[in-house]
């Protein structure tokens, strides 16, 4: 059964164009920022998940078939292809979101590393994700990580689990409150417009911003 996708959080900024549909016949090209939320989004996929890329990405593209790894350059792929890929990505993201506020344990699965400054490979052929396990493994809970402090110059990267907290928390926020969310987003990010709306992309936000959120989002949980 297909679980339902939540309402998409709308905070003050510019407005955004809206996505065609799987069944658009004359489909609008991916904007560049677009292009760049996507690369994002790829690299972010569990291993498992990069089989279902790879038939995307050969379905068109007869002359990848044959690759062992290919880079994936979002600037050359052909418009269908592009929104299927962020078609996927997105509903990935979904339905790990549901798992996570429906109190259901999302499993830990090893991230792809691939820095910003280099193209994602993606394997043609994808190898079991689960190997056989010569000996059980004894479940190990790390301490959980200290958040930094607003006046820390050198913040660390906020992990999945804390941008899906935060999102929720984001989520969970009154009417009145949302016009703080916009005045923190459009502080450091010059092209965003307070009078109007976007969709919240929590892997496209600077660190300095999306902690900055998250501190507004626990001090409001404190008082509330």
């Known amino acids: 059964m297909e679980a339902k996708s939540e309402p998409l959080m709308r905070v003050p900024a510019a407005v955004s164009n809206p996505k065609p549909e799987a069944k658009d016949p004359n489909k609008r090209e991916m904007s560049t920022e677009e292009q760049r939320k996507l690369g994002i989004g790829l ?130 926020l009154p009417q009145e409150k949302l016009e703080h969310v916009g005045h923190i987003l459009t502080k450091r990010n010059g092209n965003l417009r307070q009078d109007d709306e976007i969709e919240l992309d929590m892997d496209a936000l600077d660190l300095e911003t999306i902690w900055e959120l998250d501190r507004f989002v626990t001090k409001y949980n404190r008082i509330s």
């Open 43 to 172: 690299q972010s996929l569990p291993p498992e998940k990069i089989g279902h890329v790879v038939d995307i990405l050969t379905e068109r593209n007869q002359n990848l078939r044959d690759k062992d790894e290919f880079e994936v350059d979002v600037d050359a792929l052909d418009t269908e292809t592009l929104w299927e890929l962020d078609r996927f990505v997105t509903n990935y993201k979904k339905i790990e979101r549901q798992a996570l506020m429906s109190h259901r344990e999302v499993p830990a699965v090893e991230k792809i590393e691939v820095t910003m400054e280099e193209p994602l490979r993606v394997p043609a052929a994808v190898s079991d994700p689960n190997p056989p396990i010569s000996a059980p493994l004894l479940p190990v809970s790390a301490p959980p990580m200290a958040k930094p402090k607003a006046n820390d110059p050198n913040k660390r990267a906020m992990s999945m689990e804390e941008k899906h907290r935060l999102e929720i928390g984001l989520e969970s």
